[in-house]
Nanobody, 115 residues
Framework: QVQLVESGGGLVQPGGSLRLSCRAS????????MAWYRQAPGKQRELVAG???????KYADLVKGRFAISRDNAKNTVYLQMNDLKLEDTAVYYC?????????WGKGTLVTVSS
């Protein structure tokens, strides 16, 4: 069974950057379409960015040009580079397949953008 563990969150000022990591274990990571999702307080979880096993990417309109998703299949890891962070990027960030599988939701990593 696949287990996904997110890391890299923290407190950052507006305009700052963070790099999130998600390491997968227990499955054939390289064949899956992976994605980052986020859930802000009081809001539904939303897809932020996705990447196919061939490296094709997609992004939510709100993060286009600021976030970049990448993956290293040899390390079973997917990354999210977040630049020019805004207050509204504050959320718990999760990784999962795209579309997501309920059993794969992890604890996420909290990103707080605050001055």
């Amino acid at each position: 069974q696949v287990q996904l563990v997110e890391s890299g969150g923290g407190l950052v000022q507006p305009g700052g950057s963070l790099r999130l990591s998600c390491r997968a274990s227990g499955g054939l990571f390289g064949i899956y379409v992976m994605a980052w999702y986020r859930q802000a307080p009081g809001k539904q979880r939303e897809l932020v960015a996705g990447i196919t096993n061939a490296g094709n990417t997609k992004y939510a309109d709100l993060v286009k040009g600021r976030f970049a998703i990448s993956r290293d299949n040899a390390k079973n890891t997917v990354y999210l580079q977040m630049n020019d962070l805004k207050l509204e990027d504050t959320a718990v960030y999760y990784c999962n397949q795209d579309p997501p599988r309920t059993i794969y939701w992890g604890k996420g990593t909290l990103v707080t953008v605050s001055s």
